[in-house]
């Protein structure tokens, strides 16, 4: 009995154009999504950061009468323990 929710970037368009074109080394086609910011709301603010999610997401498992929820991240430039 297991469960996984997963999820990674997509290619978002902020009319900031960058000589960087994020390859994702985990997964080899995300992008069936295609999404506009609208800079002046959050990037040029500083609201917000870049930043490139390879993968993350939840593993849920049932062991006996335990559940058991992992938290699994790769993420471009960051780290967490």
């Known amino acids: 009995d297991k469960a996984i929710i997963a999820m990674t970037s997509v290619d978002i368009f902020d009319a900031n154009p960058s000589s960087k074109d994020p390859k994702n080394p985990i997964v080899k086609k995300a992008d069936s999504f ?3 910011v ?6 040029l603010c500083k609201e917000y950061k870049k930043i490139y999610v390879n993968l993350a997401g939840y593993l849920i498992e ?9 938290y699994i991240e790769s993420i471009n430039g960051y780290s967490t323990i």
């Open 38 to 43: 609208n800079p002046e709301d959050y990037i």
């Open 62 to 70: 049932k062991k006996g009468d335990d559940l058991e929820i992992t």
């Open 34 to 36: 295609c999404g506009f």
